[in-house]
């Protein structure tokens, strides 16, 4: 597989393990890093210690997962021991942030730019109370207000991950662009969605109701990335029930530049990486192409009404 550099970073390869599928131990990073992954991403941090939800919090549905794990962290500055073990990393790293408000945001992202990750991932798919329980990742100008507050404060590339329950998602990208956004990764999960136990007579999660992601998702997935990639000059990374090479294949001609994956670890382990790598080189292989001619390739002209 190619090496690619991406926002002035060496990548092994174009595939990215999304944010909180395999938390933050440098250990098992590294490991994910060696089983093929071109770019980790931690689990988001937040601005003060928190538990999450009550268990159940995960649940395979066989067609892709519903959850709601609540977003738990220790808090950015009580991870001494993880911050200690990722500065000797030998791998990319992506830092996930999140806040309840602007302020929140700025103080995790100061903190967490001085650990020196080669991104930082701003994470504006959660509940954002300075606007009274909005997504930040729905409203255009709260979304240009995080981005271009962390913008200012931190010296590492910024990625701004969005959430596909945005009205017209290419507009929240273009305001991202606008305050300084180095590249977008789509999407978030999906929904909420429920599912309940009927022979129980209630919910399958104890938080009720739980995002959605993994096969069911890619087709929202792709859209999104496509609806993205005509809005904006960045790239993008990719995200949402990518689970094989051509659903990577899917991802760069709807304009991805880097494909990320979530739920297929937990399908396939991290095994997952090699063999979406090999995949997706006998794709490009069989079809005499590159990742690099393919993307947007969906967007030919020949196709636009
Ligand atoms: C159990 C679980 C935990 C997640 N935690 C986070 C998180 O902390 N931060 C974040 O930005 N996304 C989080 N996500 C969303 C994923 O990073 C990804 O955007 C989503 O699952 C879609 O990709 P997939 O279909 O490949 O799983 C989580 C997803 C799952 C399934």
Known sequence: MERITFLGKTLKNPLVLASGILGNNAGILERVHNAGCGLVTLKSIGPAPRDGHNNPTVVDLGFGMINAVGLPTPGYDR?????????????????????????EFIRVAQFVSEKEPDFIEVNISCPNSDHHGMLFGVD??????????????????????????APDIGKIAKACEDAGADAICAINTAGPGMVINIEAKMPVLAFKKGGLSGPMIKPVAVRCVYDIYRAVSIPIIGLGGVTTGEDAV???????????????????????????NRELDDWLTAHHTTREAIIGAAHDRRHLP
């Open 140 to 165: 255009e100008k709260a979304a240009f207000a995080v981005t271009n507050a962390v913008k200012k404060v931190i010296s590492v590339p910024l990625i701004a991950k969005l959430t596909p329950a």
């Open 250 to 276: 899917e991802m760069f001609m709807a304009g991805a530049t880097l494909a990320g994956m979530g739920s297929a670890v937990r399908y396939r382990g991290i095994e997952v990486f090699d063999q979406v």
């Open 79 to 103: 991870m001494d021991a993880e911050w200690q073990a990722l500065a000797d990393r030998t791998f990319p790293l992506n830092a996930s942030i999140y806040g309840g408000s602007v302020d």
